[in-house]
């Protein structure tokens, strides 16, 4: 149950292309939704976060897409371009007593084509 | 202002060793958490310190220990190694426990076990 299931494992576009990423959680604890952006040889950056009583965030090039019933929760990123190549994560955040522990999807890797 | 600073940044270390890592969390931020990254298991939860105090545990043995002083630095200990103890061990920071999943993560320390 606190699985966060990514797909698709790698994807690849041309710039200019609109590539998307899905994750689906079971646990309806979560209430926390972020997106880390890691680049070879550097820890994970987060780029942008939702919580589920909003139904979309964008952030420059950057949406996030959350279906609450559905308990599934997207990443769109608009005009992609060679730069935005990179892992992408989904993971989900819950409180435990007084922490929060971060669950991870198994995570996305973007190739954007010049 | 410096960001969150892990050494070493490489090692190599055979079965049955012990090893300790080091965590210089961000000024001002005190709570420490590790994750261990593997192409296989993708980012685990390790543990989270605040206030020199381990609030959250994920699933790992008790070889993996931690500690935090007063200072925030944290270091993570893993004693009798074992060959699947080869990963990317990533420490993240955040001004306070209980955050909303905004942690901002070393470049990690890469831990090859022979």
């Known amino acids: 149950q606190q699985q966060v299931k990514q797909s698709p494992q790698s994807l690849i576009v041309q710039k200019g292309g609109i590539p998307i990423i899905n994750c689906a959680y079971e646990n309806t604890a979560f209430d926390y939704f972020p997106w880390y952006q890691q680049f070879p040889g550097k820890g994970p950056a987060l780029l942008i976060a939702i919580r589920p009583d909003v139904s979309e965030k964008k952030e420059g090039r950057f949406t996030i897409s959350f279906n609450k019933s559905a308990k599934q929760f997207s990443l769109h990123i608009m005009d992609s371009q060679p730069g935005d190549s990179a892992t992408y994560f989904c993971a989900a955040s819950n409180p435990s007593g007084s922490a929060r522990q971060l669950t991870f999807g198994s995570g996305t890797q973007l190739t954007v084509l010049p | 202002k410096a960001g969150v600073t892990q050494t070493p940044r490489y090692l190599i270390k055979t079965r049955g060793q012990q090893v300790t890592l080091s965590c210089s969390p961000i000024s001002g931020h005190r709570s420490v958490s590790w994750y261990q990254q593997t192409p296989g298991q993708g980012l685990q939860f390790l543990f989270e310190?605040?206030?020199?105090?381990?609030?959250n545990k994920g699933n790992f043995p008790g070889r993996f220990s931690g500690r935090q002083f007063s200072n925030s630095r944290s270091e993570m200990n893993v004693s009798t190694l074992e060959l699947g103890d080869s990963a990317l061990y990533l420490c993240?920071?955040?001004?306070?426990?209980?955050?909303?999943?905004?942690?901002?993560f070393g470049e990690g320390s890469r831990l090859t076990v022979l």
């Open positions: 310190y605040f206030s020199e105090t381990q609030r």
């Open positions: 993240a920071s955040s001004f306070r426990i209980g955050n909303t999943g905004e942690l901002f």
